[in-house]
Structures are given as C-alpha cells and as structure tokens.
C-alpha cells in the first residue's frame, strides 16, 4: 500500500457520522446545526453551524468544555449589537 492511499483511506473515514435526523446545536451558540451529506471525496466534519461556518465532529460536542467561555464570531456580533442596544436603551 502507498503512501498516498494510506492518507486518503484515513481522510475518508476520519470522522464517523451521525445518523440521519439527528439534531445537535452549535456549542457557541447552540443554534441549530446543519449535517452535511457524506459524500465520496468528502473529507470535512459533519456538522456545520449556519451561523458562525465553523465544522464539528461527534467528538467535537461530545466535548462541549473545550468551547465553555470562547465566542465565535456570530456570538460576538450578537453581543457587540447587545451592548449597543443596551447603550442606546433611552428611547
Ligand atoms: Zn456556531
């Protein structure tokens, strides 16, 4: 076996994917994530979150600690337009 072939057969089957129906939220923001369809040649994750494009594997959420307390960039706006709302609450 090759080189080549060895990398390519660890890509392909790098990361196990959920069933179909399954739901799982972004560990940002908790929003909705979208599964990605398993295709050949697909090396990607399968989750990805419409909101902040980042890609997540079952292992990813399964370990939801490693994103406690760190933003993306779609929670960030959110609280940059919070603050800003709260600043300018006169009205
Ligand atoms: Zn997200």
New binding site residues.
Partial sequence: MSEQEKTYQFLYENYPWPDPGTERG?P??G?ALQLNEQRPGYNGKPWT?P??I?YFSEADLDNPGQYKGKD?D?TLAQKAADSAKAAGSDD
Wanted: with cysteine.
């Fill in positions: 972004c940002y923001s929003i979150c909101k902040c980042h993306c779609y």
